[in-house]
Nanobody, 123 residues
């Protein structure tokens, strides 16, 4: 049974940081690229970041602009998203997803999805 379980969300002040984690199970983790996506109320889902199977290639949405860093630990079957300099417009539910093969920020190409973790940036 495939599971992707996100954690690390919460309430943070503007300019603060959060580290999201996504623990994967039920599939061969290093056969899959991993991605982070987000969806704010009333908005479409958008790609935040992705990382290739071995971690050698990463992609980021234009809005990230050097604030976020994606990484993965294939021994722990976990992918991370370090988010710094958070802004109120980063408020959203953040989802991790797995895609067999290549990464990228097109959500419809991903095979498995987690339930999401809420990130709220507010003073």
């Amino acid at each position: 049974q495939v599971q992707l379980v996100e954690s690390g969300g919460g309430l943070v002040q503007p300019g603060g940081s959060l580290r999201l984690s996504c623990a994967a199970s039920g599939f061969t983790f290093d056969d899959y690229a991993m991605g982070w996506f987000r969806q704010a109320p009333g908005k479409e889902r958008e790609g935040v970041s992705s990382i290739s199977r071995r971690g050698g290639s990463t992609y980021y949405g234009d809005f990230v602009k050097g604030r976020f860093t994606i990484s993965r630990d294939n021994f722990k079957n976990t992918v991370y998203l370090q988010m710094n300099s958070l802004k109120p417009e980063d408020t959203a539910v953040y989802f991790c997803a797995a895609r067999r093969g290549s990464g990228g920020l097109v959500g419809t190409l991903y095979d498995y999805w987690g339930q999401g973790t809420q990130v709220t940036v507010s003073s």
